[in-house]
């Protein structure tokens, strides 16, 4: 319990209770040890019955402001009309930004959803946080009956356990207007001089979020890419932070850059990803990188159609090696039915649904997808294709359970580098050295 208790804190900090309805919604459902819902036939034989079952996750169905809301819609909808079991679905939404912390809490008094949502970033926080258990045994029956899932069972195991099967992928990209840049940039140096002279007095020519909010998402997407372009890492394999390399000193030199250039300015210090998305969107940012799982939203934009995307720009003069992740599904902790959630969840990862999810700019999981002629007449599906490819660069990383306390230090120690004029290497050393000492590295 003082395990779950200090994770609640480090994802959480000293927080409110505010974010708790749809907790309180399932303490008296789910409150015991899953227990399947069975009938007996005539014959002797046990047939499931369907039962009532709870999934979190961040989309809403209730609304159409995302594409990816209306296809989870559909897919609820139709899996509650015809699955043969007659389960039914109900969706809690819950914002991104507080659903680690909001998950934790859940198990921490002995409740939760049966199917649950996580990300790739925070799965070891999941699993650390006890709101999901494995599902190996669905999950490497599911793999090998389905050759063109994108990933293997050994790369999703932790502790040997499979406790999640990614539903999408994604990468993040760069995102410019190709009205102001004459071609996409395609190093780092290229940025430095093309974003500098795209920068008007109403918009910037290239924004890096550094705000410490929402996990550090904005700062992290591009930090990952670029000190592995400069062949360093965030961790080694033994969980020990190494960013204080030369690497990582390069990466955060920079990002000051980026200011003394001009082409970003104190602004940016408190911006957090959705900042930087909607700065896009609204013309004061006129380049940034951005995961492809919101290209749909950013399409929306009335600029979209001076908007394109391209592989991040590395240090070398090619492509920094994709920053790869994916939204998943598992079996929540104190689920009724683990057969009954993980019919759900195969159901989730169908070739129907998955060219549902392509339709929304979503990068699918089912290789099968691309063939489908109907995919192929997307206006988007070239640019997808390209997405897709870039992905394969890059690789899935399940971070550790604290990550979002060290992402949100590290983002703190680039702003007093990229704008109180402090030593990137002594800056980086401190927080690594904290980092390993809290773990024991």
């Known amino acids: 319990m003082k395990k779950v208790i200090a994770l609640i804190l480090v994802v959480v900090g000293i927080i409110s209770m505010t974010a708790c309805g749809a907790n309180n919604q399932n303490q008296n459902a789910q409150t015991t040890t899953a227990t399947p819902a069975v009938t007996s036939t005539p014959g002797g034989t046990t047939v499931k019955k369907g039962i009532d079952m709870t999934f979190w996750i961040f989309l809403n169905p209730a609304s159409t402001e995302d594409p990816r809301n209306v296809v989870l819609k559909e897919i609820i909808d139709d899996y509650n009309a015809t699955n043969k079991y007659g389960n039914k679905v109900t969706v809690e939404s819950i914002h991104w930004s507080k659903f680690e912390s909001q998950a934790i809490q859940a198990a921490a008094a002995g409740t939760g959803p049966d199917i649950m949502n996580c990300f790739t970033d925070m799965l070891r926080t999941h699993i650390e946080g006890g709101t999901i258990q494995p599902m190996t045994k669905y999950a490497e029956a599911f793999i090998t009956a389905t050759p063109d899932y994108i990933h293997k069972a050994e790369n999703l195991k932790v502790n040997g356990e499979i406790y999640a ?8 990209v760069m995102w410019y207007r190709n009205d102001v840049y004459p071609t996409a940039p395609k190093s780092i140096d290229e940025i430095l001089s ?23 998402t904005g700062l992290m997407e591009t930090f990952i890419p670029l000190i592995r372009s400069a062949g360093g890492e965030l961790l080694d394999e033994n969980g020990k932070a190494v960013f204080n390399s030369d690497a990582g000193v390069k990466v955060v030199n920079f990002l000051k850059s980026l200011v003394d250039s001009k082409t970003m300015d104190q602004t940016t210090m408190s911006m957090t990803y ?29 600029l979209a159609a001076k908007f394109s995307s391209a592989p991040i720009p590395g240090f070398d003069g090619k492509s920094a090696p994709a920053f790869v992740a994916g939204q998943q599904l598992a079996i929540g902790k104190y689920a009724k039915d683990t057969d009954l959630s993980f019919d759900f969840i195969e159901n989730f990862y169908s070739v129907e649904n998955q060219k549902k999810w392509i339709s929304a700019n979503v990068l699918p999981v089912r290789s099968a997808v691309y063939d489908d002629p109907e995919i192929k007449k997307l206006p988007a599906y070239n640019e997808m294709v390209m997405w897709s490819e870039y992905a394969k660069t890059g690789k899935v990383v399940f971070f550790p359970a604290d990550y979002s306390e060290l992402s949100s230090t590290l983002a703190q120690a680039v702003q007093t580098v990229v704008f109180k004029g402090a030593d990137a290497k002594a800056k980086l050393d401190e927080v690594a050295n904290w980092y390993n ?5």
Do not use: C, H
Request: glycine letters at 16%; a positive charge; zero cysteines.
């Open 274 to 302: 959705d900042d930087v998305v909607a700065g896009f969107m609204g013309g004061t940012i006129l380049a940034m990188n951005a995961g492809t799982q919101r290209a749909a939203k950013i399409k929306s934009s009335d």
């Open 165 to 172: 099967l990614p539903w999408e992928s994604r990468a993040t």
């Open 194 to 216: 093309m974003g500098s002279a795209a920068t008007k007095n109403l918009a910037l020519g290239y924004v890096v979020g550094l705000g410490e909010g929402s996990n550090a």
């Open 437 to 441: 000492q809290k773990n024991g590295k």
